[in-house]
């Protein structure tokens, strides 16, 4: 069938890619929290939506790849990749997401202040 190495080792270079998109969402997902100030139902609401989300593209993506065949390396490779996100590029992300969203807050708070805003709400 379809187990020599180089089948093997391009699924598993593809779930070590799903795991870091999977790193990187996890930092939106932050984001958004530490927009929504840390409510605990926004908390609750974002952490269901990313486990049930990523569980479904992890085993879509192992149906379509690799078969269906469920391999505990895959888990492993998917783990790795999330955490080695996460201690890698995730502090250097989530530091510029922030760094944007109060250069936006700033720039909006500046327009909502200014002679055009008023001008066009009136």
């Given at each position: 069938m379809f187990n020599d190495f180089y089948f093997e080792y391009r699924v598993f270079l593809i779930i070590l890619l799903l795991g870091l998109v999977a790193g990187f969402l996890l930092s939106l997902f932050k984001f958004i929290l530490h927009i929504c100030?840390?409510?605990?139902?926004?908390?609750?609401?974002?952490?269901?939506?990313y486990v049930s989300?990523?569980?479904?593209?992890?085993?879509?993506?192992?149906?379509?790849?690799?078969?269906?065949?469920?391999?505990?390396?895959?888990?492993?490779g998917y783990s790795l990749a999330c955490y080695a996100?996460?201690?890698?590029?995730g502090k250097p992300?989530?530091?510029?997401?922030i760094f944007i969203y109060t250069k936006c807050r700033l720039l909006?708070?500046?327009f909502k202040n200014s002679r055009m805003f008023k001008a066009i709400t009136k």
């Open positions: 100030k840390g409510n605990i139902v926004a908390k609750n609401i974002l952490d269901f939506l989300l990523f569980t479904l593209l992890f085993f879509v993506v192992i149906n379509y790849v690799n078969f269906g065949v469920f391999r505990l390396h895959l888990i492993a996100y996460i201690k890698t590029l992300v989530a530091k510029g997401l909006a708070t500046k």
